[in-house]
C-alpha cells in the first residue's frame, strides 16, 4: 500500500505534471468546458496562486488526458454550420484520478521564484533610485492582484458550487496584502542601505594642481 492508496491502484494511475491535474481539475467544475473556457477559467482563478496556461499548454495537456481516458470531446458546429467547436468533458476514471491526485499524492513544498527578491539580493549592484523603482512597480502589482483577486472570490460567492475556489481566492488576498507589506518594509531598509552606502564612499581625491 502506498500512501493509504493499494499498490495495483497507484501503479495504474500515470505520472501527470502538475498542469494536468490543473486542467482536469477545472473540467471537473463543468460539464464541458472549451480550450477557450479553460483558459478564461485559469485567468480569473489559477493564475492568482499557480499560474495561468497557454493555449497551447491547455491543449496538450487535453490532448494528454484523453490520451489517458481521463477527458471525451466532441465537436459542436454552430448554427450557421461554418464554425465547429471542441468541448471537453471530464470521465469517471478521470474523477477519480483527480480525487486520488488531490487524496494521496505527495505535498510538494511551493516553489518561491521571486525576480524581485533576487534583484534586492544583488542590491549592491544596483542603482540605488531603480532599486526604488522595482520595488514601487511590484508594490503597485501586489495592489493591484489583491483587487482582482477580491473581486473574483466575491463573484465566485454567489455560487455553491464555487464554495472551494472562493475560499482559496480569499486566502490570496491575504496573500496579496501581506506580499505588499514584506515589499514596503523591504523598500525601508533598502533605503537606509542605500543611506549607509552612500556615507561610506570614499571622498574624491584631489588633484595636486588643485592645491596651487
Keep these: 500500500m502506498t500512501d493509504g492508496v493499494p499498490a495495483e491502484e497507484a501503479q495504474a494511475i500515470p505520472e ?31 493564475q492568482f496562486f499557480y499560474w495561468s496556461p497557454s493555449f497551447s499548454q491547455i491543449y496538450a495537456e487535453l490532448k494528454r488526458l484523453e490520451k489517458h ?76 492582484m489583491r483587487r482582482r483577486a477580491e473581486a473574483d472570490a466575491e463573484g465566485a460567492d454567489v455560487n455553491p458550487d464555487w464554495a472551494y475556489p472562493s475560499a482559496v481566492l480569499r486566502w490570496c488576498v491575504k496573500h496579496y496584502e501581506a506580499e505588499k507589506e514584506f515589499a514596503e518594509d523591504l523598500l525601508v531598509d533598502l533605503d537606509k542601505l542605500a543611506r549607509q552606502r552612500s556615507r561610506r564612499k570614499p571622498p574624491k581625491k584631489r588633484n595636486s594642481s588643485d592645491s596651487h
Design 16 to 46: 501527470l505534471p502538475t498542469t494536468a491535474w490543473a486542467v482536469l481539475g477545472m473540467l471537473s467544475h463543468a460539464e464541458e468546458l472549451s480550450g477557450y473556457d479553460l483558459k478564461k477559467w485559469a485567468d480569473w482563478s489559477l
Design 69 to 144: 481516458g481521463y477527458a471525451t470531446s466532441r465537436t459542436v458546429v454552430s448554427e450557421d454550420g461554418m464554425r465547429g467547436k471542441r468541448m471537453y468533458s471530464i470521465t469517471e476514471s478521470g474523477r477519480e484520478a483527480a480525487s486520488n491526485w488531490v487524496n494521496h499524492s505527495p505535498v510538494e513544498a511551493p516553489v518561491l521564484k521571486h525576480s524581485v527578491m533576487l534583484r534586492a539580493w544583488l542590491g549592491h549592484l544596483a542603482e540605488p533610485e531603480r532599486m526604488r523603482e522595482i520595488l514601487t512597480q511590484h508594490i503597485e502589482y501586489t495592489e493591484t
